[in-house]
């Protein structure tokens, strides 16, 4: 296993139009997260996954996100009607917390979404 | 909401010289981690810190969790052009529902040779 993994690595779309990203976090991690990071900002935390089930959602995240992770392997995170200001790198993250505690989380290296 | 503060924004260093960020959190913590970006990136994870008053070194990197549990820093002793990058701090607020962390607002570290 090399880490975890996210495709695309590049989106350009139009305004609008709807995305799709995909990550595979390390197998044996049961805890998936999902960040937006945009230039000179930390990570903002979007959403995050104890195996197949959707533990949290921002407030922040409006309803044009959406995110699954239906067996609890890999995840999609999808972007409706795209806007200007959805353009960030967004990040997925897995660890292998448990139940009532963190530990170490790995970062993919992103996917780069422009809307233009 | 969570609000999770870095000071300073920026640092410019000279090689050799000791730099430090603190990260601040207006709510008790259950645990905080530390993550290093360089430039074009991901956060990479360095340490995580859950006990009051805990101090864990890393060969030149010293990180502290405060006694209240709201408050951490990291120390680097004698920088290196390796050092460079963004350090953010990730918290886990103590009476929040889940274990989702929130990054810091980062400190940018520039290391001149």
């Known amino acids: 296993d090399t880490g975890v993994s996210q495709n695309p690595r590049h989106k350009i779309t139009k305004r609008g139009q709807n995305v799709t990203f995909r990550c595979d976090p390390i197998s044996e991690h049961n805890r998936l997260y999902w960040y937006r990071q945009t230039l000179g900002q930390g990570p903002e935390f979007l959403t995050y996954?104890?195996?197949?089930?959707?533990?949290?959602k921002s407030r922040l995240l409006s309803d044009r996100f959406s995110a699954e992770r239906p067996k609890g392997s890999f995840s999609t995170l999808e972007i409706q009607r795209t806007e200007q200001g959805d353009s960030a790198m967004y990040l997925c993250?897995?660890?292998?917390?448990?139940?009532?505690?963190?530990?170490?989380?790995?970062f993919g290296q992103g996917t780069r979404l422009t809307v233009v | 909401g969570q609000q999770v503060m870095q000071i300073p924004q920026y640092q410019h260093v000279q090689e050799g010289e000791d730099f430090t960020t603190y990260c601040n959190s207006s709510t008790t913590l259950s645990n905080i981690q530390w993550y290093k970006q360089r430039p074009g990136g991901h956060p990479v994870f360095l340490i995580q810190?859950?006990?009051?008053?805990e101090v864990k070194k890393q060969k030149r990197l010293t990180f502290k969790f405060g006694e209240a549990k709201k408050n951490s820093s990291l120390h680097i002793t004698a920088t290196q052009t390796t050092d460079v990058g963004t350090y953010f701090c990730?918290?886990?607020?103590?009476?929040?529902?889940?274990?989702?962390?929130?990054f810091g607002t980062g400190t940018s570290l520039t290391v001149i040779p």
């Open positions: 996954f104890q195996n197949e089930a959707q533990l949290e």
């Open positions: 993250a897995s660890s292998s917390a448990t139940d009532s505690f963190n530990t170490e989380a790995f």
């Open positions: 810190l859950v006990k009051s008053g």
């Open positions: 990730a918290v886990d607020p103590l009476h929040e529902m889940g274990n989702q962390f929130y």
